[in-house]
């Protein structure tokens, strides 16, 4: 049976856009914590990137393909950072400045200069695994006894979405997807897709938790 990804991409959008009113509210009724309002920001880039992704055909490939792209990544990457400022940490973030420049560069040369679905898929699979591991190494050794517990259940889940992203690294080295259109690359990449819509809710859950 073949899994429709487009129709995977709209219940993706309805997802995450319960998903981001639901932490907007939370926001709004919890504004003192610092750091709900970047997380607001993240699930609002994310949700823009699935916009313009389901879009494609109808917008310019650079708004479709890179810009929708580099927004996921710049929103995981602020995600990472609304977290440090939720729990009052201070950490460089010249890394991931320097993820998000050189991120868009790899996927526009795999867009316009050789093209090439698999190494768009790849490049987008490594950049949020590199986020999903600081994300989880950050709540594994988070200090705080009082939010031990849910600082861990939120570790494993960014611990499943980044090996949810070396999955689909490793079976993009194994020659897949294959052709050029994102939209027929199979049953894994709709799966892959699926498990981040999950990832989504119980990250909402989870926060609203810690809140």
């Not at 699930?43 to 479709?64: E, N, Q």
């Not at 294959?178 to 894994?188: A, L, R």
């Amino acid at each position: 049976m073949q899994i429709d990804i487009r129709t995977v991409m709209l219940l993706a959008i309805v997802t995450v856009s319960t998903c981001t009113l639901l932490l907007a509210e939370l926001w709004w009724q919890n504004r003192r914590y610092s750091g709900l309002l970047i997380l607001v920001a993240d699930f609002f880039a994310v949700l823009l990137g699935l916009l313009l992704v389901t879009s494609r055909g109808w917008i310019p490939d650079w708004a479709s393909m890179v810009l929708a792209n580099t927004l996921t990544v710049s929103g995981s990457v602020l995600g990472y950072m609304g977290l440090l400022r939720f729990f009052g940490e201070k950490r460089r973030q010249a890394f991931n400045l320097g993820l998000v420049v050189l991120f868009p560069m790899v996927h526009a040369y795999y867009a316009y200069v050789q093209p090439s679905l698999r190494m768009r898929t790849l490049n987008l699979s490594l950049a949020l695994f590199l986020v999903c591991l600081q994300c989880a190494w950050f709540l594994w050794r988070h200090p705080a006894r009082e939010l031990r517990t849910p600082t861990r259940w939120l570790g494993v889940l960014f611990g499943v979405c980044g090996l949810v992203s070396l999955a689909r690294m490793w079976h993009t080295v194994l020659g897949f997807p294959q052709g050029s259109d994102f939209f027929h690359s199979g049953n894994f990449d709709a799966l892959v897709l699926i498990s981040y819509q999950i990832f989504f809710i119980f990250l909402t859950h989870t926060l609203a938790l810690m809140v």
